[in-house]
């Protein structure tokens, strides 16, 4: 018989099985301990669970599906994983110190199908969804490695989370469990391109975890050439999306907006920007792209980008310029890619 990985599955799922073993309920807090808690190893290192349930779980679970293949460390403190999944599939997650904060970026595809002309993840095509286990387990891998503990955590990784909607959901729900890795939904960021219906259903499900929306673009046109998933969500219809979303969740949108040199990052595109999102409770986050092999794209000077940021705070909207992190490891964004295992 095939073991179930025991790693991201739903804390119900144990207690059921606990049940049908006859086992009593207050052992799955112990289940947990072990495998979110002190990462065990094995069924036979959890000492304080009778030794015929270790046996039983043996025989019935494996402890994780996947193997940490490689692991680049950037001069910044910036570490890319890259993470296999037998049998034959790759995702890449990074994690991110910044003084007391850990933020890790994890994957939700390997690959992604909305396909971005700047992103090395698009550009490499789509293989298929992760399951909530194995986005679960990105982070499980990640901090038995390291041994530390992520306090933030993105979905910003390879591929669109909400086209992986109910993989993500319920991820979300172990890893904010209080059985599960007891993360709070006010520390996670779901991002995306732009999923209308899905947009809203987060806003309706999760209210507390945070929404970042990649802009790039004001006008249709221009969103086309950057985002080719644009010609079946067009603006309108993601921006009415984010407005339904922040009625709902009150909570403010983060707005990603990658500048490309001479693409979309002229004064004028600021402007269009600015009206656009004015009155909106929002933040922008301006990121100065990253060169990719094979995408046409080449990043803007810094006067640019600062031009491009006074347009926008002259309009009373609240920007960043983001610093770019782990760029000598290929770990900045849009720079993932390695998706064949
Ligand atoms: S930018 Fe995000 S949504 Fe676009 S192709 Fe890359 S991973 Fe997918």
Known sequence: MRKKNLIGLLPSDIYSWLE??????????QIFQWIYEKKADSFFDMTNLPVALREKLDSAFSLGSSQIKEIQKSKDGTVKFLIHFPPQDNVEAVLIPHRDRR???????????????FCATGLAGFRRNLTYQEIVEEIWVIEKETGMTANNLV??????????????????????????????ARRMTVSTVGIP????????????????????????ELRNLLIPLNKVYPLEQVLRAIKEYLAVTHRRVTIEYTLWNEINDSKEDAQEVAKLLKKLLIHVNLIPGNLVPSSA???????????????????????????????DIQAACGELYRIYG
């Open 20 to 29: 049908e073993e006859g086992e009593p309920s207050f052992r799955a807090r």
């Open 103 to 117: 933020t890790l970026c994890l994957s939700t595809q390997v690959g992604c199908p909305a396909g971005c002309t």
């Open 155 to 184: 979905f910003m990784g390879m591929g669109e989370p909400l086209l992986n909607y109910e993989n993500v959901h319920r991820a979300l729900q172990v890893i904010n469990s209080p059985e599960g890795f007891r993360k709070g």
């Open 197 to 220: 219906d899905k947009i809203v259903k987060l806003g309706r499900d999760w209210p507390e975890v945070n929404l970042a929306w990649s802009m790039h673009a004001p006008r249709d």
């Open 297 to 327: 794209f080449s990043p803007p000077s810094p006067r640019r980008v600062k031009a491009f940021a006074s347009v926008l705070e002259e309009n009373g909207i609240q920007v960043t310029i983001r610093k770019p992190r782990g760029q």
